[in-house]
């Protein structure tokens, strides 16, 4: 399926009809669009299914379509509510996934011009509530590729900005290196109508609400997230994926990361993070091919820390013990803040 999760296919969808799948969380992470990094972060796939699905189940309840079925424990499909122990195993409704074709050193998106319904939509959407300074705003900023005016502000932003409504960037979501989209030319790729284009903003902007109030409540800023969406058969938006978690999501407490930033925190001023950028720089689509260098892994210390950071964050939002003997979020963050360069 990907570097942090595996999918099994229990029945192919089609146009008409989803299918059945499991998503099978992983201990593995991913930074840097680098794919599976050296070591594993303990019980931080079984801790994202459970957030996960809490999410899912209260989108559920506000009226919100998800292709989420349950979690799966004894090889049943459950609640969250009705689960004994950490799973790391999520059933969904599983949509067809068109990939576009890459031709020379563009990709042909023609295909969602005439396609209906049962699909996953090629973007990924992402909300902004501030502006953290390692976000990649202010890249694209300096390299001139958007200004202030394209994100709705009048003025320059500065880092840790707070904005009094949230900016909703896209991006591809099918191509070997994501790249950020203007709406109108994601609109083109993936053939949404303009009323679907704002029916997909609309949703974003309930889900950010949701997962701010949320994290807000065991004292979390929910600064920016992302979400992936789809299309059931009759052409009817759902959420798909997983979402809400530290994966998807930057939380700070304090201004202090709560998420997978730690671990990029870490790794970005390495030698194998500068022969990234290099890489990126040379080549989009084969930049991994001729990276210099490969990441070792993080230090036995941290990453006992960022494990416990996911398990916390977890057992603290479904108000629910699912692991034993966690100290809570504000403590492992003091730890935290000792290991990591100033």
Not at 26 to 41: C, K, L, V
Not at 113 to 138: A, D, M, T, W
Not at 218 to 244: A, Q
Not at 312 to 335: G, M, Q, R, S
């Amino acid at each position: 399926m990907g570097s942090v999760k595996d999918l099994k296919i229990l029945k192919k969808s089609t146009p008409d009809n989803p299918g059945q799948a499991r998503f099978i969380f992983s201990d593995r992470y991913s930074i840097f669009d680098w794919g599976e990094m050296p070591d594993h972060i303990h019980y931080k796939g079984a801790a994202i299914t459970l957030l996960g699905a809490y999410f899912f189940e209260k989108l559920e309840k506000i009226g919100v379509s998800t292709h989420y079925a349950g979690l799966v424990e004894d090889n049943t499909v459950k609640k969250l509510s009705e689960i004994k122990k950490p799973t790391n195993i999520m059933e969904v409704k599983l949509l067809r996934v068109i990939s576009p074709e890459l031709q020379g050193d563009q990709y042909d998106y023609s295909m969602y011009q005439s396609e209906k319904g049962g699909f996953l939509i090629p973007l990924e959407v992402i909300y902004r509530n501030f502006l953290p300074p390692g976000s990649s705003v202010f890249k694209r900023l300096k390299d001139g590729e958007i200004t202030p005016r394209d994100m709705g502000l009048d003025k320059e932003p500065v880092p840790n900005q707070k904005l009094d409504i949230p900016i909703l960037d896209v991006s591809t979501k099918l191509e070997i290196t994501d790249r950020y989209l203007t709406w109108a030319e994601a609109q083109r790729i993936s053939g949404l109508s303009d009323n679907e284009i704002i029916k997909l903003k609309s949703l974003t902007n309930r889900v950010n609400d949701l997962i701010t109030r949320e994290f807000s409540k065991i004292g979390l800023v929910n600064e920016d997230g992302k979400i992936e969406v789809g299309f059931d058969s009759e052409r009817r938006l759902m959420v798909v994926d997983v979402l809400g978690t530290l994966d998807e999501c930057r939380f700070t407490l304090d201004g202090f990361p709560v998420s997978k930033e730690i671990a990029r925190i870490y790794y970005r001023n390495t030698a194998w993070c500068q022969a990234v950028e290099q890489a990126k720089k040379e080549d989009r689509q084969q930049w991994k091919n001729i990276c210099e260098s490969n990441p070792e892994p993080l230090s036995s210390g941290l990453n006992l820390l960022i494990s416990q950071i996911y398990c916390a964050c977890t057992n603290e939002i479904t108000e629910h013990e699912w692991f034993k003997d966690v100290p809570p979020v504000k403590e492992i963050l003091k730890e935290i803040k000792e290991i990591l360069p100033s």
